[in-house]
């Protein structure tokens, strides 16, 4: 195995030059992130230094699988990202390795104390061959403010961006050619110091995986059913409910097995007596409804500390404000359509239903990009959710199409950013 050291630009898709540099500023013998970061700005040690990057290619490159055989998450390249931080000496040098397992001490804090967040992202291959990545900068400051919700160290989303480019540009191969086929990218960041106490970690962990998946839907879309879950709650008002946080997904399994259980494939999670609708699974929540002057209206429910702010979630919300705004406009969307953030409740849904108002409910994520829902099981009866034809609404349909055509290239859009070309 031998190790290089690589230089290299991060560009956008629309841009012929590349972006602006991510150098960061020096604070004394501390440093701070410039382009990427939390909402407020954090000072850490020696930041990541891209151009430290060393990368050891694997001497037994896997076979790659047939993409009929892709499942999620099943599957991975040859190599993964590491960088490792020590409250002592900063970040270290990033390195590209072979893939395998990650030493660490049984008594690490990421074990005893769920010190542990992720991100979810995706690399597209276009028709003519270029790599691009879907609004990786959104990943990057979400990522950066789940770190400090568990005072794990910030970082410089830019240049973690450039090491994970160069991760995707050596696994290339790994991505498939077909149609709704791509590359999932899987950043985690865990607290591996080895002493026993609820404290801040002393030293950190980065990562990168990578997956080839195949289309969440590989034979048409299927409207799923849920369950209004009102014995389980995933977040509360002050807790980590926004913050993609691994401690936030491991109670809900059982709450998931509950729901099958019940015949239903995933949870509607209901918070407070007045049964407030907040997310889908995993995924974020839209609801459409005509409001009594016949204006529809898509609604989702606000960051109100308890929503994940989901990177689709938000190009949803931007799509349809341009096409109400006439920024851009989308075939299939009314003329007119009111968006908003606010909250919505198992009572609005029901009522709204009852008088033929309720258009659609659909979740959101990076997964599946839109899933849409038939029908709410509640208080022991099932509220019935209108589908199109072909499994999806009027609204969600044109919303997932100018997304997965911005995604696959077939549209231009700077949401695009390049890997390789």
Same mark, same amino acid.
């Given at each position: 195995?031998?190790s290089?050291?690589?230089?290299?630009?991060?560009?956008?898709?629309?841009?012929?030059?590349?972006?602006?540099?991510?150098?960061?500023?020096? &604070?004394?013998?501390?440093y701070?992130?410039?382009?990427?970061?939390?909402?407020? !700005?954090?000072?850490? %040690? +020696?930041? /990541?230094? $891209?151009?430290?990057l060393?990368?050891?290619?694997?001497?037994?490159?896997?076979?790659?699988?047939?993409?009929?055989?892709?499942?999620?998450?099943?599957?991975f390249?040859?190599?993964?990202?590491?960088?490792?931080?020590?409250?002592?000496?900063?970040?270290?040098?990033?390195?590209?390795?072979?893939?395998?397992?990650?030493?660490?001490?049984?008594?690490?804090?990421v074990?005893?104390?769920?010190?542990?967040?992720f991100?979810?992202?995706?690399?597209?291959?276009?028709?003519?061959?270029?790599?691009?990545m879907?609004?990786?900068?959104?990943?990057?400051?979400?990522?950066?403010?789940?770190?400090?919700?568990?005072?794990?160290?910030?970082f410089d989303?830019n240049?973690?961006?450039?090491c &994970?480019?160069e991760l995707?540009?050596?696994?290339?191969?790994?991505?498939?050619? !077909?149609?709704?086929? %791509? +590359?999932? /990218?899987? $950043?985690?960041?865990?607290?591996?110091?080895?002493?026993?106490?609820?404290?801040?970690?002393t030293?950190?962990?980065?990562?990168?995986?990578?997956?080839?998946?195949?289309?969440?839907?590989?034979?048409?879309f299927?409207?799923?059913?849920?369950?209004?879950?009102?014995?389980?709650?995933?977040?509360?008002?002050?807790g980590?409910?926004?913050?993609?946080?691994?401690?936030?997904?491991?109670?809900?399994?059982?709450?998931?097995?509950?729901?099958?259980k019940?015949?239903?494939a995933?949870?509607?999670?209901?918070?407070?007596?007045?049964?407030w609708l907040?997310?889908v699974?995993?995924?974020?929540?839209?609801a459409?409804?005509?409001?009594?002057?016949?204006?529809?209206?898509?609604?989702?429910?606000?960051?109100?500390g308890?929503?994940?702010?989901?990177?689709?979630?938000?190009s949803?919300?931007?799509?349809?404000?341009?096409?109400?705004?006439?920024?851009?406009?989308?075939?299939?969307?009314?003329?007119?359509?009111?968006?908003?953030?606010?909250?919505?409740?198992?009572?609005?849904?029901?009522?709204?239903?009852?008088?033929?108002?309720?258009?659609?409910?659909?979740?959101t994520?990076?997964?599946?990009?839109?899933?849409?829902?038939?029908?709410i099981?509640?208080?022991?009866?099932?509220?019935?959710?209108?589908?199109?034809?072909?499994?999806?609404g009027?609204?969600?349909?044109?919303?997932?199409?100018?997304?997965?055509?911005?995604?696959?290239?077939?549209?231009?859009?700077?949401?695009?950013?390049?890997?390789?070309?």
């Open positions: 195995m031998s290089v050291r690589l230089s290299f630009h991060f560009t956008r898709l629309t841009q012929s030059a590349p972006r602006s540099s991510w150098r960061a500023a020096a &604070i004394g013998s501390r701070m992130s410039q382009n990427i970061s939390t909402t407020e !700005e954090a000072a850490v %040690s +020696l930041d /990541i230094e $891209p151009s430290r060393t990368v050891t290619k694997t001497m037994s490159p896997k076979e790659l699988p047939a993409s009929k055989s892709l499942m999620f998450g099943r599957t390249s040859d190599h993964m990202l590491k960088i490792r931080w020590t409250e002592a000496t900063g970040w270290e040098a990033p390195s590209i390795e072979p893939f395998g397992p990650i030493g660490l001490s049984p008594s690490a804090t074990l005893h104390y769920a010190q542990s967040l991100e979810g992202m995706k690399a597209y291959r276009h028709e003519d061959g270029t790599v691009t879907f609004r990786p900068d959104m990943n990057m400051k979400r990522m950066n403010s789940s770190a400090k919700r568990l005072a794990l160290p910030a989303g240049a973690l961006l450039e &994970i480019k995707i540009s050596l696994d290339r191969q790994w991505i498939p050619k !077909e149609p709704g086929h %791509s +590359l999932y /990218i899987r $950043p985690t960041f865990i607290g591996t110091n080895g002493t026993l106490g609820v404290a801040p970690p030293e950190a962990l980065l990562f990168v995986i990578t997956s080839p998946v195949g289309p969440y839907y590989p034979h048409g299927k409207p799923v059913p849920l369950h209004g879950t009102t014995e389980y709650i995933r977040a509360a008002p002050g980590t409910g926004a913050y993609k946080l691994a401690a936030n997904y491991a109670p809900g399994v059982v709450a998931q097995k509950s729901a099958a019940q015949g239903y995933q949870n509607l999670w209901l918070h407070g007596p007045e049964h907040t997310e699974g995993t995924m974020n929540l839209f459409v409804i005509k409001d009594k002057d016949g204006i529809t209206e898509l609604i989702t429910p606000p960051l109100d308890m929503i994940l702010p989901g990177v689709t979630r938000d949803v919300l931007t799509l349809a404000r341009n096409h109400a705004s006439g920024i851009k406009r989308l075939g299939g969307l009314p003329d007119v359509i009111k968006v908003s953030e606010r909250p919505i409740n198992m009572g609005e849904i029901i009522q709204s239903s009852k008088e033929g108002r309720l258009i659609e409910l659909f979740g994520g990076t997964a599946a990009v839109v899933t849409p829902v038939d029908r099981g509640y208080n022991g009866g099932d509220v019935t959710i209108p589908t199109g034809k072909d499994g999806m009027p609204i969600s349909e044109p919303l997932w199409a100018e997304l997965v055509g911005i995604q696959t290239g077939a549209i231009k859009s700077n949401w695009n950013y390049v890997v390789a070309q």
